[in-house]
């Protein structure tokens, strides 16, 4: 059960942490990740980390704005997006992977099991 929230209105340039808690995660999950769609747009992936390697990746709009992180002790998973523009305005997700897959990319298509999302919006 994966569940999102942080999310809201802020200016450009401005700052925001997202924060999914996922209360039933297990290891057998080996990545997650989140994804954001944009009204009119298909869902897309934002940032995903590896469960067994720690390894992170990023889609190239939002390299070197925002860092994923996890905290495997309460299993949360953070999303902190700096100098936001308004073209990050989404809903943003995070999901898991099917069981015991490891995830060949940060696609939306390799992941199935979602929360419910937060909106972001970025506007002045």
């Known amino acids: 059960h994966l569940v999102e929230s942080g999310g809201g209105l802020v200016q450009p340039g401005g700052s925001l942490r997202l924060t999914c808690t996922a209360s039933d995660f297990s290891s057998d999950y080996y990545a997650i990740g989140w994804f954001r769609q944009a009204p009119g747009k298909e869902r897309e992936g934002v940032s995903c980390i590896s469960t067994l390697d720690k390894g992170t990746q990023y889609a190239a709009s939002v390299e070197g704005r925002f860092t994923i992180s996890r905290d495997n002790v309460k299993n949360i998973i953070y999303l902190h997006m700096d100098s936001l523009k308004p073209e990050d305005t989404a809903v943003y997700y995070c999901?898991?992977?099917?069981?015991?897959?490891?995830?060949?990319?940060?696609?939306?298509?390799?992941?199935?099991?979602w929360g419910q999302g937060t909106q972001v919006t970025v506007s002045s």
């Open positions: 999901a898991t992977p099917f069981r015991m897959s490891i995830p060949s990319s940060c696609s939306p298509h390799e992941y199935d099991h």
